[in-house]
């Protein structure tokens, strides 16, 4: 491949990418480092120090690139800001490996989605490293978990006698009359979804708990309570194929009032994890042949939605949402 030796600008979808990975690690450094100070187990603890170690550097370079195309520098979050490393742990050991497990997750789809925005040879080569990172952190958390035997598997299912093709239009019904079984990408999707609907729930839990503001400790309750929700609607879809469902962690959610981390920090991390979730239920529903079951992701979404605009409502008022890159224009729209 012939090196481009001419300065090429960062284009949008780079800067998108280098400015959303930066409020992302920099405020996993700061849930790694708390972490870490209050960890009892000493594999969690080394799995921890392995990821903060592929955090850190990622800060630096993506300074460096900012820099570089002479753009600023995101605030992002910081230890001196927004975490107290003398607050005691808010969530068990158990819970900080399953938590670990969907951040992990969520690090591959959006370096993975990085790498086909990206056009300049640098972008491009620094997420692949970085989706190579991510993979190694996933491959050993899930071998942790599996050592710890806390994993919830997707559900098995039979293996069929001969392939098979639809012949009828009854397979894509679910509103009335007999509903076909769930088929293996549909029972996929619900799980997988059910696993990351369980993480945020607990994070909910917690932050209402130890939060300063009472305005977000009544939005965290709010949230509670959709998460639980929709595990209980996905979960009433395998159960009526005789499936397995993932564990709900929300005994992992210790009994300490002290908050470990800002306000701010708490309220990104829910906004995220509600944009994360969006994108996985559009996935689910995108392989969704049942019309019911795809009904039902449409709804889902739609509450989700509107409560991801109450939160960066309460991002706004608060003075804490930091405005991403924009197109030559500075200031608000009046």
């Known amino acids: 491949m012939k090196d481009i030796t001419h ?38 603890r080394s799995l921890l120090e392995f990821a903060l170690s592929i955090a850190n550097p990622h800060l630096v370079k993506i300074e460096d690139f900012l820099t570089q195309a002479g753009f600023p520098i995101p605030k992002g979050f910081t ?24 951040m ?60 098979d093709f639809v012949n009828s239009q009854s397979y894509l019904t679910g509103w009335f009359g007999k509903k076909r079984s769930l088929n293996a990408m549909e029972i996929s999707g619900l799980s997988f979804n059910m696993q990351k609907t369980a993480v945020k729930v607990v994070l909910e839990i917690g932050f209402g708990q130890v939060c300063r503001s009472k305005e ?42 002290v908050a470990p981390f800002s306000d701010k920090l708490m309220l990104f991390h829910i906004e995220t994890l509600i944009s994360a979730a969006i994108g996985f239920y559009s996935a689910g529903l995108s392989v969704s042949q049942r019309r019911d079951l795809a009904l039902e992701y449409t709804g889902l979404i739609t509450e989700i939605g509107l409560y991801a605009e109450d939160g960066a409502e309460l991002l706004i008022k608060n003075g804490w949402m930091e405005r991403p890159p924009m197109a030559g224009y500075i200031g608000d729209h009046k």
């Open 104 to 163: 992990t997750l969520h690090g591959m789809t959006g370096y993975a989605g990085a790498v086909g925005t990206s056009v300049r040879a640098d972008q491009i080569s620094y997420f692949i490293r970085c989706n190579k990172e991510a993979m190694e952190l996933y491959e050993r958390t899930v071998h942790l978990m599996l050592e710890k035997g806390i994993y919830s598997r997707t559900p098995y299912i039979n293996s069929p006698n001969q392939v």
């Open 79 to 102: 230890l001196e800001e927004d975490v107290n490393l003398n607050a005691p742990s808010l969530f068990s050991d158990t819970f900080m490996l399953v938590y670990m497990h969907i």
């Open 7 to 44: 300065k090429v600008s960062l284009t949008s979808g780079e800067l998108a990418n280098l400015w959303t990975q930066y409020m992302n690690d920099s405020l996993s450094i700061c849930i790694l480092t708390h972490s870490i100070n209050n960890l009892q187990d000493e594999d969690i």
């Open 216 to 257: 977000l400790q009544k939005y965290f309750n709010k949230g509670k309570e959709i998460c639980l929700k929709h595990f209980e609607t996905f979960r009433s879809f395998l159960l009526k194929d005789n499936l397995s469902s993932p564990n709900l962690w929300i005994s992992e959610v210790t009994n300490s009032t």
